[in-house]
């Protein structure tokens, strides 16, 4: 098995494991724990791997996504029956 590239968190320096997937605070690999310190520190994105914020996404997407089709489902037919 070919031997790989320790990777380590841009924040507190610790190793991020080969099965582990390095996080992404802004353009630098962090490991989940400072991910998430930062993310509560400093108000950032959405986490996609917490169920919770999946859900919200999910529910704005909903509320949302309808009434633009809709929308683009006429502006289509008034441009098909011109």
Request: with cysteine; net charge negative; charged share 10%.
């Given at each position: 098995m070919?031997?790989?590239e320790t990777r380590h968190c841009a924040n507190c320096g610790s190793a991020i494991g080969n099965l582990e997937t390095p996080r992404v605070y802004k353009?630098?690999?962090v490991?989940?724990?400072c991910y998430q310190k930062l993310n509560r520190r400093f108000g950032g994105a959405l986490d996609m791997?917490?169920?919770v914020h999946?859900?919200?996404v999910v529910?704005?997407?909903a509320a949302t996504v309808p009434p633009l089709l809709g929308?683009?489902?006429y502006f289509i037919r008034a441009l098909m029956a011109q």
């Open positions: 070919p031997e790989t353009n630098h690999a490991c989940a724990d791997h917490n169920p999946v859900l919200i529910v704005i997407a929308a683009l489902w």
